[in-house]
């Protein structure tokens, strides 16, 4: 792992708000505020909003009938869910910070990381960012926040959350194959053809990058700009540097990616649905998997609605009672994302305004 740089990574400076790893037009950087209330925004949002409305009408779901399935939810199977998913948050942070001091960004070699608490906080405000923004910003926020609190290069952080983003990918792929397989019969249904394909398609281009990455890393240094060579020399480094030990990474993931699925079946279990164990995990997987799309805030409306299409179509679960639970499973997973993100938002601001105050 290199030394600490002496000159700080390509970022914009943040005045406490998300900063975009681009400018806007004019050469100015954007606080979380100004990026939310942007025409791309508010367009995802719209996107969003069509899809869920088309899913509604295509699967016949009757909103009255969703209240009710909601109200008469039991509490503690929903709380029960809640916690897994907050205990996978926490995992997913110990998880990151096992892979920044794999890759050398640790204090013996100038860089004071935070506890897992501390990392968690970092994780749920980037989540909290990709439910509000559009094309997973959370991820350079997430860099941008560790450079913050530790002084960890911005390219390095960002080199150990592709090989987060890697392993994630191949191990949701390898269980969703094993459990689909499973609970069809060898016989993929053509409702998760497409997600299959999306995995596949992902999974290329992962595998590609990474081998011309290997290869031709020093080729590709050259010819960059010479402001930018470090970046990147950090930001390869960082991700084979982090891959060092992948029998426990994997093994990791596996875990976080079978506690998703308790966390979905005990939503099931909430609304009285019985839904084994396998077809939850592949719902969650599959639903985990559309969120990589891009075109909304952490797939809002794409993953209901594809989640639902395939509960309903292909493991032929009643209507309202599938998109009850997926609705139930979205009050976790995004809205108490957002609505704990705000609090911890406001907080890291007000922190950041006395520190200012402090200084002047």
């Known amino acids: 792992m290199t ?38 925004t508010l367009l995802s949002f719209a996107i969003a909003l069509v899809i869920l409305v088309l899913a509604i009408r295509g699967l016949r779901i009757d909103p009255a009938a969703i209240v009710a399935n909601i109200r008469e939810a039991n509490l503690w199977w929903f709380l029960a869910g809640t916690a ?17 001091l794999t890759a ?12 897992v608490v501390g990392i968690t906080e970092i994780v ?15 991820d350079a926020y997430r860099c941008w926040l560790l450079k913050q609190e530790s002084g960890a290069p911005f390219s390095s952080s960002l080199g150990t959350i592709v090989t987060e983003r890697l392993v994630d990918l191949v191990t949701l792929c390898l269980l969703m194959v094993t459990t689909g397989l499973y609970l069809f019969h060898g016989e993929l249904p053509s409702e998760a053809t497409m997600t299959f394909q999306l995995a596949v398609v992902l999974l290329g ?19 960059l700009p010479h402001r930018l060579q470090g970046q990147f020399g950090r930001l390869s480094e960082a991700i084979f540097a982090s891959m060092r030990k992948p029998l426990p990474l994997l093994l990791m993931s596996i875990g976080l990616w079978v506690a998703e699925g308790v966390r979905f079946w005990c939503m099931a279990q909430a609304l009285h649905a019985h839904l084994p164990f396998p077809a939850a995990l592949f719902i969650s997987l599959m639903g985990s998997l559309l969120t990589a799309l891009p075109f909304t ?16 179509g292909v493991m032929k679960l009643n ?19 957002v609505a704990v993100g705000i609090v911890l938002y406001v907080k890291r601001f007000g922190r950041s305004a006395t520190r200012a105050v402090a200084s002047a």
């Open 319 to 337: 209507n309202d009672v599938s998109f009850s639970i997926i609705l139930l499973d979205r009050v976790a997973t995004y809205w108490l994302v």
């Open 297 to 312: 805030p952490a797939g809002l409306g794409v993953v209901e609605a594809g989640t639902g299409a395939v509960m309903v």
């Open 104 to 115: 050398g960004i640790d204090k013996e070699h100038g860089y004071d990381i935070p506890g």
């Open 84 to 100: 897994v998913w907050i205990a996978v948050i926490f995992a997913r942070a110990a998880r990151w910070r096992w892979l920044l």
């Open 3 to 40: 030394e600490p740089p002496s000159t700080p990574d390509a970022m914009p400076p943040v005045d406490g708000g998300l900063a975009e790893a681009v400018p806007d037009a004019e050469g100015r950087p954007q606080t979380l505020g100004q990026k939310f209330f942007r025409w791309e």
């Open 205 to 223: 281009i992962g595998g590609i990058g990474l081998g011309a990455l290997w290869f031709a890393r020093e080729r590709i240094e050259a010819r």
């Open 124 to 138: 749920w405000l980037a989540w909290f960012v990709n439910c509000v923004v559009p094309a997973k910003l959370g």
